[in-house]
C-alpha cells in the first residue's frame, strides 16, 4: 500500500507572524510533522498546534545545521512513511532559500509537493523600513542579489551592471562582506554618497535600522553591532525613509547609534 504523504515546502515570511500567509497558517495547523529553518521565528513557532512534531534543521552561520543532502533525505523519508510535511523556510523558499533544490529532490522521487510562496525578506524589511522598493522618478527597478561567497573568494558579481544609480539593490546576506560590496560598487562607479541602509531583525520587535550613505555603510553597522539577520538596500529610494517611518517594534532595541542618528527606532 502507498502510505506516501505530501510535503507543503513553505514560505514563514520574515519574522512578523501577521505577514504569515492564510494559507501557510493552515497547512501548520493541519501537518504531521514541521521542518524548519532557523531564520523561522519563534512567534511562528509558537502557531504551530502542541501535537505537531518538529525537526529543527539549523542553518545559522557558523553554526551546527543539517546538510542539504540529509534535509533533502529527510523530506522523502518523511513523506514516504505517511506523515504530512511542513517545510517551513523564511522568508520566500524559492529566494535564496534553496526551495528549489529541495523541490527538484522530491521532483525526482516522485514524492507529491506544492510550494506556498512567502513573503521575502527585501519587500517586508525595506516595507518595515519606510523604503519603497521602487519610485517614479527614483528608481525604475530593483535587483535582488546575495552577498555570501565562499571566505576564501572575492564576491563575484557583475558589479558594473549593479552600479547604476536608478536602480536599488538589495542584498541578501551581505553583513559579512558589506566592505566588499561597498568597494566594489564605488570602484564600478556608483556615487559613494547613494543613500543605503540595513535593515537588521527587520518587521520584529528587535528590527532596527541603519539609514546612511554607501561609503559610510560598513562603519555605521559595524558602529552599531548590528548582527544577522541584516537586509542591505543601496539606491536613491532609501532617501524615503525618514519621512515614510511608521514601525515602531514593540520591544525597544537598546538606543545605539549611527552616523548621530538614533536606531532601535526601527
Ligand atoms: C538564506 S537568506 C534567506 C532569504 C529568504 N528565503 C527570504 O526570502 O527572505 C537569509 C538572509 O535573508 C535576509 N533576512 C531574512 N530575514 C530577515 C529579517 N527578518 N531581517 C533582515 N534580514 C533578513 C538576511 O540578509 C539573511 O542573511
Known sequence: MNTESMVHLVGAGPGDPDL??????RLLQNADVVVY???????????IPPGVSRIAVGKAPGRHSLPQDRINELLV?????????????GGDPYIFGRGGEEAQHLAQHRIAFDMVPGITAASACSAYAGIPLTYRGLSSGVRFVTGHCRADRPLDLDWRGLADAD???VVYMGLANIDQVRSKLIDAGLNPTTPAAAVENGTTGRQRRCLTTLDRLPDEVQKAG??????????????????????????RAPAATAGGRQLGHG
Open 37 to 47: 529553518d532557523r531564520l523561522v521565528s519563534d512567534a511562528i513557532l509558537d502557531l
Open 77 to 89: 523519508s518523511l513523506s514516504r512513511a505517511g506523515r504530512t510535511v511542513v517545510r517551513l523556510k
Open 226 to 251: 548590528f548582527q544577522s539577520p541584516v537586509m542591505v538596500v543601496i539606491g536613491r529610494v532609501v532617501a524615503l525613509a525618514e519621512t515614510l517611518d511608521w514601525f515602531e517594534p514593540q520591544l
Open 20 to 25: 504569515l500567509t492564510v494559507k501557510a497558517l
Open 167 to 169: 536602480t536599488t539593490l
